[in-house]
């Protein structure tokens, strides 16, 4: 059949450059959003977008409702910090994230009997998440072998983060090699309005600081 992937897509600039590798590497993908009830939605369109263009075979976008657990900047009315770096795991951490994100897409590979799981983890320039390190990763494959019907089969599930120890510079460098349009990404924690970075948050600096470092301008708008 070929090599087969399913692709976490947040709508990210890491996830959309990890889908664009993936498909570099003649890989026929599908790909999974998940709508956890954040306040960022617009990330779930520019997903939806990146999987047309980038010629998935199918998107799937399911809703885990995890506003109701709260616990985070994300979901609940909890203030995104603008401040630069803070001290330990950030507020924006998303309390089971990843693990859920995983789990759904683990369910959805078994059923197209896909073995490759792409996710655009990163645990370089990252927000101190523990759920992007790449012992987390290797502990859910292992998880993951032990609790399905393929992995205790022959069949087992392999956890691809190839952008796991780049800067944010070179998966920009890279998604641009590839093609990738980063206009149609979203970034941003707290946009102030649709199509609209406050360019304070975390996740915005992070984003214009790899810009920066390649000496290239980055398409979207910014409020400040």
């Not at 401040?83 to 078994?110: C, D, H, K, M």
């Not at 780049?166 to 102030?192: F, M, N, Q």
Request: hydrophobic residues 40%; aromatic residues 8%.
């Amino acid at each position: 059949m070929g090599k087969r992937a399913l692709v976490l897509l947040s709508g990210g600039m890491d996830s959309t450059t990890c889908l664009a590798i993936a498909r570099s590497e003649g890989v026929s993908c599908w790909s999974l959003s998940l709508d956890y009830g954040q306040h960022h939605r617009v990330e779930l369109e520019m997903a939806a977008y990146q999987a047309r263009v980038q010629g998935v075979e199918r998107h799937l976008e399911v809703f885990v409702d995890l506003a109701k657990i709260g616990g985070s900047a994300l979901t609940a009315a909890l203030e995104v910090p603008k401040l630069g770096p803070t001290q330990g795991i950030p507020i924006t951490y998303v309390p089971g994230r990843n693990v859920i994100f995983l789990s759904i897409a683990l369910a959805w590979a078994e059923v197209l009997e896909v073995q490759d799981l792409y996710i655009g983890a990163n645990q370089v320039d990252f927000s101190g998440y523990p759920d992007c390190r790449d012992s987390f990763l290797r502990a859910f494959e292992q998880m993951a072998n032990l609790a399905t019907r393929a992995g205790t089969q022959g069949h087992p599930f392999r956890i691809q983060a190839p952008l796991l120890n780049w800067s944010k510079a070179e998966i920009i460098h890279k998604g641009l090699a590839l093609g990738v349009d980063y206009r149609y990404t979203h970034t941003c924690y707290d946009p102030p309005r649709p199509a609209v970075s406050c360019g304070l948050c975390p996740s915005c600096r992070l984003r214009l600081k790899g810009f920066e470092a390649i000496g290239g301008q980055d398409p979207l708008e910014y409020l400040t």
